[in-house]
């Protein structure tokens, strides 16, 4: 078995997690949780996404955790902007790395940004230019790459026109997602197989929610291939929207449990990992999704 001694967790819950929250995290909680997060051994977190309040009423505030939360120099603060304007309050606020997103799927994207794939690649190339410019690294989301919502063929060469636009742009990082936690790891070895032929693995990050229990599965297909860059939520935050039942990303807790076991470095503590995942429960009050979790509560 030939694994990565060590991998990268991007911690996505503060963004992808309390988006899809029905209640509104108050800032100041939202602020001391980061700041545990950053005390765990991560080192990259996306803290909040700056869009418009009337789509996203649960991230309204990320110019104020922005300007509260306590930085550490080695990790990155990212953010996720979707326009010019969203780049303005990200260069305000001094973000480290800016995440653009679009979608393979025609639809999907259509429905989500109400633009097609090529209009709103046009349109991320003006952010693009704007981060560029001030010398923001850039990061690039491309969802539904694994199945559509909508039940359209996503297809490989549109992931890959995609991928080439975003280099195009200066991206140095393309986070592949699986939006709706449809994939297998036949099919994440298969897709990964045939763009690995082309572009370098170290471009990479996987992206899987956990709908049907197969995120770790998964993981574990994308770690044979060497990939060594993932995205998860603490305690399993988050939600497919289009997926009835869908329980949100892979869990942090999850993935870091099983890569120690697995003998694979990620620099987190567990035991910080578990405080601030407590502080998480409590904030939102609710159980969390997190097997690891649930069994290091009892």
Request: one cysteine or more; a negative charge; glycine letters at 8%.
């Amino acid at each position: 078995m030939n694994l990565p001694k060590a991998v990268e967790i991007r911690e996505v819950g503060p963004r992808d997690g309390l988006q899809n929250e029905k209640i509104f995290i108050p800032t100041d909680l939202k602020v001391q949780w980061i700041n545990l997060i950053s005390e765990t051994g991560v080192r990259h977190i996306e803290v909040s996404s700056f869009v418009s309040p009337k789509w996203i009423p649960a991230l309204a505030d990320h110019h104020e955790v922005f300007e509260q939360i306590a930085r550490d120099e080695k990790i990155t603060y990212a953010a996720l902007v979707p326009n010019l304007k969203g780049v303005e309050g990200a260069i305000q606020q001094k973000v480290d790395e800016i995440a653009l997103f679009i979608s393979a799927s025609e639809e999907h994207n259509q429905s989500n940004v109400n633009a097609s794939i090529n209009q709103s690649l046009q349109n991320l190339k003006a952010v693009a230019e704007a981060a560029n410019r001030e010398g923001i690294s850039l990061r690039g989301y491309i969802s539904t790459v694994f199945g559509s919502p909508f039940g359209d063929e996503v297809k490989l060469q549109t992931v890959k026109g995609i991928i080439d636009a975003y280099l195009a742009m200066g991206v140095s990082e393309i986070s592949l997602g699986d939006t709706i936690g449809v994939a297998d790891p036949v099919q994440v070895k298969a897709i990964l197989s045939e763009l690995l032929t082309q572009y370098d693995s170290d471009l990479f990050a996987l992206h899987f929610h956990d709908t049907y229990g197969r995120a770790l599965a998964n993981i574990f297909a994308a770690l044979e291939l060497g990939i060594t860059k993932y995205d998860s939520a603490i305690g399993g935050l988050g939600g497919c929207p289009y997926a009835p039942g869908a329980s949100g990303n892979v869990s942090t807790n999850d993935l870091v449990n099983f890569l120690h076991r697995l003998g694979v470095q990620t620099n987190i503590d567990e035991e910080k990992l578990f405080t601030a995942t407590r502080f998480l429960q409590q904030a939102i009050n609710r159980q969390l999704d997190s097997k690891v979790y649930k069994v290091q509560s009892n």
